[in-house]
Nanobody, 123 residues
Framework: HVQLVESGGGSVQGGGSLRLSCLAT????????KTWFREAAGQEREGVAG???????AYANSVKGRFTISQDRVKNIVYLQMNNLNAEDTAIYYC?????????????????WGRGTQVTVSS
């Protein structure tokens, strides 16, 4: 059974940084893509940053240049380094994994989801 567990969320001042981690346990195909999504209050879940098995990445325009996704294949952890945070980044951040090739940011492409970690940015 595959489980994804996010950690690293919290409250941070505007302009600050956080690093989120997603630990995958259980058996999961090695070619799955992993993507970070976020869901702000009253908003739809949106893709933030994705990475595929080959290391190719994709970012939402709103975070490009500020966020960096990476993966540690040995520890089976996906990271999201978030810099220059602003209040619009406040959301629950979810880690997801799916069988589609390429770092898709489409919510419908993902099979496994974590329970999320809250990020709150004060202005």
């Amino acid at each position: 059974h595959v489980q994804l567990v996010e950690s690293g969320g919290g409250s941070v001042q505007g302009g600050g940084s956080l690093r989120l981690s997603c630990l995958a346990t259980g058996t999961m195909a090695s070619d799955y893509s992993k993507t970070w999504f976020r869901e702000a209050a009253g908003q739809e879940r949106e893709g933030v940053a994705g990475i595929d098995a080959r290391g190719s990445t994709a970012y939402a325009n709103s975070v490009k240049g500020r966020f960096t996704i990476s993966q540690d294949r040995v520890k089976n952890i996906v990271y999201l380094q978030m810099n220059n945070l602003n209040a619009e980044d406040t959301a629950i951040y979810y880690c997801a994994a799916g069988p589609y090739s390429g770092p898709s940011l489409d919510v419908g492409d993902y099979l496994y989801w974590g329970r999320g970690t809250q990020v709150t940015v004060s202005s």
